[in-house]
Every structure is written in C-alpha cells, then in structure tokens.
C-alpha cells in the first residue's frame, strides 16, 4: 500500500482529504512532526483558513524551515498553495518561497470568494495525466495566483489566474481534488503515481 503523509498544522482540511485517499486505497498519515515530515515518501500540504494565522501555525511548529527542505514530491492544496508563494495580500504575509508568485485578492465587483464548479484549461504537467481540457473541479478561495512561467493549470473568473502551479518536486492547486469527484481523484491518483 503507497503511503502518503499529511501535514497537519491545524489550519487543514486533513479529514476529508484523507477519507478522499482512503477511497483510492492509500494511507494517509496525520502529522507534524518535522522528522517524520522529512523522511515522507509523498506529502500533502492542505489549508483554509486565513493565510496569516495558517503561517503563523507553520511558524510555530517549524514547518515553515521543512517544508522548501522537502525533497519528496508534494502537493500544496487551496491555501496551501498560496502559503508555498512568496507573499499574500491576506494580512499582508510572506509565504514559503517555493514558487516566486504573489497571491492577490480578487477584483472589488465580483463576488467573493469564489465558490463552487469551474473549469480548468492550458493544462500541462504530469499531475494532469488523463484529466481533460475544461473538466471542472472544485473552488472555494478570495485570493488568486495570477499566470505566470509556474502555471501548469489556468482557471476563469473575473480574469485568467492559476489553478495549478509547478516547480521542481513541488505541485500545488487552487482548487479541492478531494471535493472535485473523479477529475480531482484522477489528479490525487496521478499524485500518488508520480
């Protein structure tokens, strides 16, 4: 069985992509714990919440050191991947570092956050494997990642932003695979596989 463990800060929705693993018959471990997030096959670094109190959480547990360290493949999801840019206009945050983007906060005159099925396109990138051109996955999120040479996935509302980044080992969506049925399966599966 492919194991797969879950960075578990307190600012997460762990428990639902953890059923979501259990599904496709993957284990999925819950921790903080620096060593054991070091030695990680694969990771997952999930989030909601408010950017400012989730890096605060990261700070508090060092995790803001070990997460670039990693050297596993990972997956950044929703505020996750925000927190893996440089910096976040929500509380006016640095991130990570991973990827160089700055998180913006969506245009006054639309609504926020922006809620619900949306579809994805310029899809490139091995986490994309088998998913179609404008399938539609799941979105919840205020802030946005504007294009840039990181996007492998784009999405539309308001304006073109990124649904998916990718750097080196790092994979990260805007989007909830978890919550997206078999299009976000097909990407958590093909994140298993990597």
């Not at 979501?20 to 694969?42: C, H």
């Not at 913006?104 to 926020?112: E, S, T």
Request: charged share 20%.
């Amino acid at each position: 069985m492919k194991r797969v463990t879950i960075i578990d800060y307190g600012a997460g929705n762990v428990a639902s992509v953890k059923y979501a693993l259990a599904r496709m018959g993957v284990e999925a471990e819950l921790t903080s714990d620096s060593d054991v997030i070091l030695n990680a096959e694969k990771v997952i670094f999930p989030g909601v919440g408010h950017a400012a109190a989730a890096m605060q959480a990261l700070q508090s547990k060092g995790l803001d050191l070990v997460i670039p360290r990693l050297k596993c493949p990972v997956l950044g999801i929703c505020l996750g991947m925000q927190l893996m840019c440089n910096h976040t206009e929500e509380g006016e945050v640095d991130g990570l570092g991973i990827f160089s983007e700055k998180v913006l906060r969506f245009n006054k005159g639309i609504k926020v956050p922006h809620m619900g099925w949306n579809t994805i396109f310029k899809i490139s990138a091995p986490l994309f494997d088998a998913v179609s051109e404008h399938s539609s996955v799941y979105f919840v999120h205020s802030y946005y990642v504007p294009l840039s040479e990181n996007t492998v996935a784009a999405s539309y509302y308001g304006s073109a932003f990124s649904a998916a980044l990718q750097k080196d080992n790092f994979d990260a969506v805007q989007f909830h695979p978890e919550k997206s049925g078999a299009v976000g399966a097909q990407i958590l599966q093909n994140f298993i596989d990597l």
